[in-house]
């Protein structure tokens, strides 16, 4: 069963630093790109970051450039979002999915806030 699984979330004070986590389950996991993506209360689901399948290119949102880095391990089947710097506006699940040649799911979320 194709399946991602994201985890690594929390409660972290403003400036502070967390690494979320993605692992992938029942697919060629290093042929295909990844992206992290955030739903923030009350706002549309919104594009994070992107790593190629090999991981030699990568892509980000403006609003989180800078401060948010995506990388992988395919030899872990996992995918990674470290995540720095971070201030309320962060606030939000995040959800890794994969979406190429057919293949589209999502993960479940794991929940991110930022607050004193």
């Known amino acids: 069963q194709v399946q991602l699984v994201e985890s690594g979330g929390g409660l972290v004070q403003p400036g502070g630093s967390l690494r979320l986590s993605c692992g992938a389950f029942?697919?060629?996991?290093?042929?295909?790109?990844m992206t992290w993506w955030r739903q923030a209360p009350g706002k549309q689901r919104e594009f994070v970051a992107a790593?190629?399948?090999?991981?030699?290119?990568?892509s980000y949102a403006n609003s989180i450039k800078g401060r948010f880095t995506i990388s992988r391990d395919n030899t872990k089947n996992m995918v990674y979002l470290q995540l720095k710097s971070l201030i309320p506006d962060d606030t939000a699940v995040y959800y890794c999915?994969?979406?190429?040649?057919?293949?589209?799911?999502w993960g479940q979320g794991t929940q991110v806030t930022v607050s004193t």
């Open positions: 999915k994969v979406d190429e040649r057919g293949l589209t799911v």
């Open positions: 029942g697919f060629a996991f290093s042929d295909y790109a």
């Open positions: 790593i190629t399948n090999g991981g030699g290119d990568t």
